[in-house]
């Protein structure tokens, strides 16, 4: 059974430039949640996601970053014109959502390094 | 959402058992306790989580006290794999996401 799955693993990108980080959920489950480590500090969520609706998009920027969970093929979170700040690891999870509080499980995450 | 204290850092000695304390005093009734640990640079992985009932899985215990403002995290017979930032959560009713706090850095010595 295979866990959450995340590509790239790691991502360069210039100043400007676009970043697509996908999120394959586990087999089975259809919730996905986004989450973002700076270097040297905890995870912050960013967005949950079901299939072709955002349920809580709290933690987003407000610019530049945009997420989708399309009907057939994977999660996708895009980072338009990077900046240096950016410069993180991006964890994805999911969950059944079959209960009240279901697990989250991560994948390996992908990280960008923006130059 | 109920704010966890934990210790920012431990040690324990390989084969001893690991015990991991986290505070959080305005917890509600109806949140959950829960344990995620992150070895380096992996994304986190789940423990186990509790109410108020004491919690046991294969890899690890749960120890809630009676009032709810505390619990704490047993790791019964520590690796060296064990090390790792150990998180402690409260999850809110209702609530999906999970808001990760700075968590304890658990170094396990040979």
């Known amino acids: 059974n295979a866990g959450v799955m995340q590509n790239p693993r790691h991502l360069v990108r210039r100043r400007g430039q676009e970043a697509r980080l996908r999120c394959s959920p586990m087999k089975g489950h259809s919730h996905v949640y986004w989450y973002r480590q700076l270097p040297e500090e905890g995870l912050k969520f960013m967005v949950y996601l079901q299939k072709e609706n955002i349920i809580d998009e709290s933690g987003m920027p407000k610019e530049r970053f945009s997420a989708e969970f399309p009907k057939e093929g994977p999660s996708i979170l895009r980072i338009q014109q990077v900046v240096r700040g950016d410069s993180a690891a991006y964890f994805c999870a999911s969950s059944g959502g079959t209960g009240r509080f279901d697990e989250q499980y991560f994948g390996p995450g992908t990280r960008l390094t923006v130059t | ?110």
Not at chain 2, 5 to 32: F, K
Not at chain 2, 65 to 76: A, C, F, G, V, Y
Not at chain 2, 89 to 94: L, M, N, S, T, Y
């Open chain 2, 1 to 110: 959402d109920a704010k966890t204290t934990q210790p920012t850092s431990m040690d324990c000695a390989e084969g001893r058992a690991a015990n991991l304390p986290c505070n959080h005093s305005t917890i509600s009734g109806n949140e959950y306790v829960y344990w995620y640990r992150q070895i380096h640079s992996q994304g986190p992985q789940y423990i186990i989580h509790g109410l108020k009932n004491n919690e046991t899985n294969e890899m690890a215990s749960l120890i809630i006290t009676e009032d709810r403002k505390s619990s704490t995290l047993i790791l019964p017979h520590a690796t060296l794999r064990d090390t790792a930032v150990y998180y402690c959560i409260v999850r809110p009713q209702g609530a999906q996401k999970l808001v990760f706090g700075q968590g304890t850095r658990l170094t396990i010595n040979p």
